[in-house]
C-alpha cells in the first residue's frame, strides 16, 4: 500500500531531489539518541503546507516528524539553495528531452496579501493599499515556468524585468550548447518602455510588448495567456494565496518547490 510519503513524493520527484539535497550526517560521540528523521518524510510535510496552505503547527502527525523538525529542515535546506537547484535540475531534464521551447516566452506578475508583514512587501495600490508581496514568472511557450522572482506589492513590473530575464538560467538542449535567452518575449503595457525594448534587443530577444494606447486589450491574450494559466496553477497551491512568512527567502522558497512541482510531471509523460 503507497504511503503518504510517496504519494505526496512520487519516485520520480524523490531521485530528482537527492541528486541536489545535500547530505547530513550525525554523529554523536556519546552514541544514542533519536533516531534521525527522514528526508522524504520531511519533503512529503513540506509539499502539503505548500499545497494545502496549512500551518507548521497544523502540521498532521501521520507524516511522522515533528512540525519543528520539519520547519528546521525547510529552514536549511532554503538558505543552502536546494529548491533553486532542483528547479535547475528539472530545467536541465526537460531541455535535454527537448520539451522547454525556446521560440517566445511570457512575462507577468500576480499580487498576493501579505498576512505578517516582513521584506519584500508594501501597499498594494490594487488591494487598498494593503500590505503585500509581487510573484513574477517567466514562462516558456508551453507555460513552463523558468524562472520566478518576489517583491513588493507597489513595485512596477517594469523594474522587474531585467533582474528576472538575467536570472534565467543556462538550460540544456537537445542538440547544440545551452540556451537562456528565447527568441522572443512576450508582455503587457506596463512593460511598455523604451528602455526595456532596447535591453532585450541587446540580448538578442525580439520584445513584444504591448503599447499603451495602440495595441488593443483583445491581443494581449494570444501569446500571453499560458502565463496567466500558470499564475492560477500557482494560486492553486494555497500557501501562495496570501503570504504567510516574514522571511522573504521563505516566501521565496515556496515559490520554487510550486514551480518544481509544477514542472517535473512533463519528465514522467
Known amino acids: 500500500m503507497t504511503s503518504l510519503a510517496e504519494r505526496l513524493v512520487p519516485d520520480e520527484l524523490w531521485e530528482l531531489f537527492r541528486r541536489v539535497v545535500p547530505e547530513t550526517v550525525v554523529v554523536r560521540a556519546q552514541g544514542g539518541g533519536r533516531r ?3 528526508d522524504r518524510e520531511c519533503l512529503a510535510a513540506i509539499v502539503f503546507v505548500a499545497t494545502s496552505g496549512c500551518s507548521w503547527r497544523q502540521l498532521p502527525p501521520v507524516f511522522g516528524p515533528a512540525w519543528p523538525t520539519v520547519y528546521r529542515r ?13 528547479h535547475r535540475v528539472i530545467l536541465d531534464d526537460l531541455g535535454a528531452q527537448g520539451d522547454v521551447d525556446w521560440s517566445r516566452f511570457a512575462v507577468d506578475s500576480v499580487s498576493v496579501r501579505a498576512l505578517k508583514g516582513g521584506l519584500l ?8 493599499g494593503k500590505g503585500g508581496s509581487k510573484i513574477h514568472l517567466v514562462v516558456d511557450r508551453g507555460g513552463l515556468p523558468v524562472a520566478v522572482g518576489i517583491s513588493a506589492a507597489n513595485t512596477h513590473d ?13 538550460v540544456r538542449s537537445r542538440r547544440g550548447p545551452r540556451r537562456r535567452r528565447p527568441a522572443k518575449l512576450h508582455a503587457d503595457k506596463g512593460y511598455d518602455y523604451d528602455h526595456l525594448r532596447r535591453w532585450l534587443r541587446e540580448r538578442g530577444i525580439t520584445p513584444r510588448i504591448a503599447r499603451r494606447g495602440i495595441d488593443t486589450s483583445q491581443r494581449l491574450g494570444r501569446h ?8 492560477s496553477w500557482l494560486a492553486g497551491c494555497r500557501r501562495l494565496y496570501r503570504r504567510y512568512e516574514r522571511k522573504p527567502e521563505h516566501f521565496l522558497a515556496f515559490t520554487a518547490i510550486v514551480t518544481n512541482l509544477i514542472n517535473y510531471p512533463r519528465l514522467t509523460k
Do not use: C, K
Open 36 to 38: 534521525r528523521a527522514g
Open 74 to 86: 525547510f529552514s536549511r535546506w532554503s538558505q543552502a539553495r536546494v529548491w533553486a537547484r532542483l
Open 121 to 128: 512587501t508594501g501597499p498594494n495600490p490594487t488591494d487598498r
Open 158 to 170: 517594469s523594474l522587474a524585468l531585467q533582474p528576472l530575464g538575467a536570472s534565467i538560467p543556462p
Open 224 to 231: 500571453r495567456w499560458v502565463v496567466e494559466r500558470t499564475m
